[in-house]
């Protein structure tokens, strides 16, 4: 999932051009769709794992007081 971050994914604006002139006829628009909803969940999942974390960090700290 990193990597089809790193590899921007997101950016692709779902034109269709690249399925077009596809030779071999391959879904490109329709994979990068499914890959961009599996980078979102990834990111969304990511950011509740992290705040989640931080709230345990500070219940923690506010049990040691
Ligand atoms: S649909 Fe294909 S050609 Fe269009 S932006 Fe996305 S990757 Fe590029």
């Known amino acids: 999932m990193e990597r089809l971050a790193e590899l921007k ?26 890959a961009k909803a599996q980078v979102a969940a990834w990111k969304a999942a990511k950011k509740a794992a992290d705040e989640a974390k931080k709230a345990a960090e500070e219940a923690k700290k506010e049990a040691v007081k």
């Open 9 to 34: 994914v997101n950016l692709c604006m779902e034109c269709g051009c690249c399925s077009f002139g596809c030779p071999a006829h391959r879904p490109l628009v329709q994979t990068n769709k499914l």
